[in-house]
Every structure is written in C-alpha cells, then in structure tokens.
C-alpha cells in the first residue's frame, strides 16, 4: 500500500526526472511541435513540488486534484491541461483514501486516461501521450489479473509506457500540434508519449516496493 510519503517520493522522482530532462523533451518538441514541452513539464512540476507543503494533510485524492488545478493553472498549451486533467481525474478515483493499493492505482491510471481522451479527443495510434498511457493500464491490468504484485504489476506498466513512447515514432500525427506537419511527424517520437512514460517509471521505481 501507498501512503503520502511514497505519492511525495513519486512526484519528487518525476520533478527530477523532467527537470535532467527538459532539453530532451525540448528537442522531441522542437521536431513536431514548438519546442516548449520540457520547459511546459518543468514549470508545471515545480510549481507542483511548491504547492505539495500546503496539501500535505489532504487525503491523496484531494492531493492529487490540487496538483492536477496547478498544472492547469501554470502551464499552457495542450500539455498542461491535459496533465492537469489526468491528475484531477485520477484524484477523483482515489477520492478520501489515505493509502493505495495496486487495485486503487489501476483505477486511478484509467480515470485518469479516460479524463485525457475525453479532453483531447485523441484515440491509440494518433501519437500521443494517449499511445503511452493506453498500453501501460493495459498491461497493469493484464499484470493484476494474473494475480501479480503492485512493484511487477506498476513495472509492467512503465515498461509498456516505454514501448508505448517508442511506438509513437512511425506514427502519423493526427492530434495536436504535431498533426500540423502531417507526413512530416513521422519518425519522430512524441514529446507527451515520452513524459508519460516517464510518469509511470517513476511510478514503478518508487511505488512498487511499499
Ligand atoms: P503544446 O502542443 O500546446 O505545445 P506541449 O508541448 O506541452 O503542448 O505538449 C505536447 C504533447 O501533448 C504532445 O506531444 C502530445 O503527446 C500531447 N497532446 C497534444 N494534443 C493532444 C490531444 N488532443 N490528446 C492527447 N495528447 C495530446
Ligand atoms: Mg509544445
């Protein structure tokens, strides 16, 4: 189970995690979209980091809606609010707990996917971040139902968001900024599909083993 303190460790792992990686997710941008994505991702999750000390006595649903309102409220673009909207629905499914098991966390990783293509529009296939979180709930799913434990079951899903963010580089983008280029978006591999994925390897390096 999942207390605050492991949600806390998470969301430090994934500020860190996109902030040595800012340029790189800067580049992907720059290739299909306008080159502010690791900066957008940066921003917003530093802006999480100072706002955690004031939701720390929240229970995690209420935690996890106040990071999603400050994403919306600090980074702009499609990123933001899409981020924004899977922190808030995700939030919505853990409402009032104060822990989380693998059970809970598949629940919060649909709603919270469910909340991003409602938003977005976006289906699998179209290279987005939908093609990183749509194979990672599958595979915790897949992993859970077979009867594994939280770390193999939120492994499976980092690695299935990794490949998830590789299978994005053929695609044609046909949402978002990137759909501008038509042809041109393929062989190049999504900004969002790729902090996604990130998303969840922070999630399986700092949530599996509680
Ligand atoms: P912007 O495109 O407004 O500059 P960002 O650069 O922060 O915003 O984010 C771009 C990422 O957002 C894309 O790489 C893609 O993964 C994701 N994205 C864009 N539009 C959509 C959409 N309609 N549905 C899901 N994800 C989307
Ligand atoms: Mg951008």
């Not at 955690?52 to 990071?67: H, T």
């Not at 919270?112 to 289906?123: D, S």
């Not at 990794?162 to 580089?169: A, C, F, N, S, W």
């Not at 041109?184 to 599996?208: E, N, V, W, Y």
Request: charged share 20%; aromatic share 6%; proline share 3%.
């Amino acid at each position: 189970m999942a207390t605050r303190d492991d949600i806390f460790a998470w969301l430090k792992c994934y500020r860190q995690t996109l902030s040595e990686n800012k340029d790189y997710l800067t580049r992907l941008d720059s290739a299909i979209g306008d080159a502010d994505h690791g900066a957008n991702m940066d921003r917003g999750f530093a802006a999480v980091m100072d706002k955690l000390p004031s939701v720390a006595d929240k229970d995690i649903g209420a935690i996890f809606k106040a990071i999603g309102m400050t994403l919306v409220s600090t980074v702009g673009g499609a990123g933001g609010p899409l981020y924004g909207t899977w922190f808030m629905r995700a939030g919505m499914a853990l409402d009032g707990k104060t822990e989380v098991t693998a059970d809970d966390w598949l629940a919060a990783f649909q709603a919270g996917l469910a909340g991003v293509q409602q938003r977005g529009k976006a289906t699998p296939g179209e290279k987005t971040m939908v093609d990183a979180m749509t194979p990672a709930c599958a595979a915790m799913q897949a992993s859970l139902a077979s009867g594994a434990d939280m770390a193999t079951a939120l492994e499976a899903a980092a690695a299935a968001a990794e490949q998830g963010m590789k299978d994005t580089i053929p695609m044609l983008a046909t949402k978002g900024r990137a759909s501008y280029l038509g042809e041109r978006s393929i062989g190049h591999q999504d900004p969002g599909a790729t902090s996604s994925a990130m998303l969840f390897r922070c999630a399986a390096d700092k949530l599996g083993n509680v």
